[in-house]
């Protein structure tokens, strides 16, 4: 299952910046996954890697071509084919995160047969799941939950990663959506699995592990969106978290895409997020609050933090503007280390 | 997507009665759409309906030839096959709740499109899905909850739909599993839905209606099941319920399947339902409890179902044993009436 790296990023033709965030992700998190990236004649953005063909990819070690950008609709448009199938011919994997399945295209499904590589529909490609079981499982586990959807649970999981490591901690960042799958290679998207399976695809994600190493699963969603809590109480359920961090946005009014339904508060997602976890895990705790502070003065961003850290006597922080340390440090406090 | 009725209700060649409990169940709650029963030689389970032959039954009315008993694994067995095909050029539509699918049978689909007949396979099928919108939608909604699975959540809300009715409510049961989408003729299997989509199909299965109607919504799993949770959840917050009606089993010592799983205490369940529930709708109240106490005496059942009443104030009772018109008559002064 895992995605052979590194990866030749391909960024189309687009013009909008965000559409390229999945390349941009993967570049940031993982630059060492990154040979080089490749775009069409009109496109408007760069990574500032070499630009290459996938022929030059390869033979550079390129394992696997990354269709890195999102495209209205996730169709693949037909102008990308000449560079998907050249790519194909150069002996590179494709792996996308588009809604179209690449698998369901009988020219590349042929092609990648004849040239022995594999097609990697991210967004819809999961092993043979089991339910959850709930039993409990060996290793650390801190997942990142959410008042909202949109809130930096996959920003602040890898942050927290790059923090742990730091602090010499065996963290693992371990993926629940195509992005995170593309960063690090492997995952499942917990949305997209049948609904029976969830908890059990979260218990596939973040197996058994040694004593002193630290799973950080990626949050989706709300235990409070009227259209996705579902997926978070079962995620929550089977990721059996030891700790978790709660993100959200400061000041923002409403849940997204649901102008009628307002945001949750902080202190009262935590407490159900707790809650819920203890089904699993007993001992699930809060680590950290995560918060995006970006639309507020640093003064009124660092009094808001100051309170949160007050009343729940954990770190809070923003994990752009002031960095995920304070979090990792609590946890290191709290882990297991080696004998 | 209505499942043309009424049935020819299939029963193979099963000796266990409890094999037969779709085809049971409805016979037991939609007598009027059993226009008799086919079984194999060997078959020693039967319903007492007419035994009729495909042909026999289209020419009695029968529109659907319904595959009504549960196999080891869920397959279609080889020698099921020509009674199926025989329903098939007898002009009877073919539905069945197996884990296989007709649609996959290449024999069947080809004699299906030749005599213009339907292969529904109420496991797999559902309409084109959005995700939740959690907008408050029109009329009046109770939906089963309960501390595990199989706790009698379908039965439940079947035989509330019969005291209902006999009240002269507007009542009727909305299907979310397979058995129970056999026994309305349509409904989505949630359990079965891709995870993003479990809180849409719950909308979609409860539509906007008249003001006076009720909808009794088949619940499924619990907020508390390690595995099933998250569907459990999605449900709830689609159903957007005004009265939640809980299912529990007296005496049960775990959480099923899950020996390692200690079952949840009915009024922490009652809690978290209600407080989840009122994430899409504020109003949402407990109406009853519905307890399986079979494995206890009557004056033991008696007193534990006085005590519930007693602490919710809501009537406890036995669904089987004592029957559900106690929480059909609380509803009922609940209900908002026609004007």
Avoid at 88 to 108: C, M, V
Avoid at 118 to 131: A, G, K, M, N
Wanted: hydrophobic share 40%; with cysteine.
């Amino acid at each position: 299952m895992k995605i052979p790296q590194p990866y030749l990023l391909f960024l189309g033709d687009v013009s909008d910046p965000l559409a390229a965030k999945t390349a941009r992700g993967i570049h940031a998190w993982r630059p060492e996954t990154c040979v080089g990236e490749m775009s069409l004649a009109d496109c408007e953005v760069s990574l500032d890697l070499p630009q290459l063909t996938p022929e030059e990819a390869a033979q550079q070690g390129a394992k696997t071509f990354v269709l890195g950008t999102a495209n209205a609709g996730g169709y693949i448009p037909k102008h990308w084919m000449k560079a998907i199938t050249d790519a194909i011919t150069s002996g590179l994997n494709i792996a996308s995160g588009l809604h179209q399945k690449l698998t369901d295209i009988p020219e590349l499904v042929a092609l990648a047969e004849e040239h022995q590589v594999s097609l990697f529909d991210v967004r819809h490609q999961q092993p043979e799941l089991s339910v959850g079981s709930g039993v409990k499982r060996t290793g650390q586990r801190v997942l990142t939950v959410g008042t909202d959807c949109s809130v930096g649970k996959m920003y602040t999981s890898l942050a927290l990663e790059a923090e742990m490591k730091k602090l010499n901690l065996d963290a693992q960042f371990r993926a629940t959506g195509q992005t995170g799958i593309l960063i690090a290679g492997e995952g499942i998207p917990v949305d997209a699995v049948i609904s029976d399976f969830i908890a059990g695809a979260a218990e596939w994600v973040s197996p058994d592990n040694k004593a002193d190493h630290w799973d950080v699963i990626e949050g989706q969603g709300s235990l409070f969106h009227p259209s996705y809590a579902g997926v978070s109480l079962g995620l929550l359920h089977g990721s059996q978290p030891d700790w978790l961090v709660m993100c959200h946005e400061m000041g923002r009014p409403h849940t997204r895409h649901l102008a009628h339904h307002p945001l949750v508060e902080v202190e009262e997602c935590i407490s159900l997020n707790l809650y819920s976890a203890r089904v699993t895990n007993p001992n699930a705790q809060l680590a950290g609050i995560s918060v995006n502070t970006s639309n507020y003065p640093e003064a009124e961003a660092l009094a808001y933090l100051a309170a949160l850290t007050e009343k729940f006597n954990v770190p809070a922080t923003d994990s752009v503007r002031f960095g995920l340390q304070s979090i990792a440090e609590f946890l290191s406090k709290h882990s297991i280390t080696k004998e």
